[in-house]
């Protein structure tokens, strides 16, 4: 930006206004300018170990998986909360894979992100919320699929292992509406 003078007019309000600061405008001028390249080196992560579902999660994280109820009734509304907490691309953590059997009806995840951009990385928490009722009585064992990703800190792969739910459903009501 540079100042330019105005020229002076007969114009009663450029007269009343003569004072240096309102004489003055500024105006944008263009100008290239040039640096020197900036290189970045990039390392390929390596393979995933055997059994590694790995997904692009890089950084460091932990798991929480909590069921509201251990105990319910048939066509009670259960809901199975997934927590993914820590420091890297969270944004790229994919909705755990569960296991569901037949007599139990499960809906796609609610997703949910509170993440915090930061020169380091981004930092936070993805929570997935997946409802499910259960139909029949009987125990049931859902298990979770494990969660890989890898730690910059420790040159490594990180396998959490897979919890297994496990949820024992007594009779209920007969109608097939949920109670949500």
Request: proline content about 9%; hydrophobic content about 35%; glycine content about 6%.
């Amino acid at each position: 930006r540079v100042q330019v003078k105005r020229q002076r007019s007969n114009d009663p309000f450029d007269q009343f206004f003569n004072d240096p600061f309102f004489n003055n405008s500024i105006r944008d001028v263009k100008y290239a300018i040039k640096s020197d390249p900036v290189k970045i080196s990039v390392k390929e992560l390596p393979a995933p170990p055997a059994g590694c579902t790995f997904n692009g999660a890089v950084g460091k994280f932990t798991r929480e998986v909590v069921l509201d109820k251990k105990e319910t009734k048939t066509n009670e509304a259960v809901t199975l909360k997934i927590k993914f907490s820590g420091k890297g691309n969270i944004k790229l953590i994919d909705a755990p894979v569960i296991n569901t059997p037949p007599d139990i009806e499960a809906y796609e995840p609610k997703v949910s992100e509170n993440i915090t951009p930061a020169p380091g990385g981004a930092s936070g928490t993805k929570r997935f919320a997946y409802l499910l009722i259960p139909r029949k009585t009987g125990e049931y064992k859902m298990p979770v699929e494990s969660f890989c990703y890898y730690d910059i800190g420790k040159k490594s792969y990180v396998q959490i292992p897979a919890p297994e739910i496990n949820i024992k459903v007594a009779k209920g009501t007969e109608s097939g509406a949920a109670t949500v």
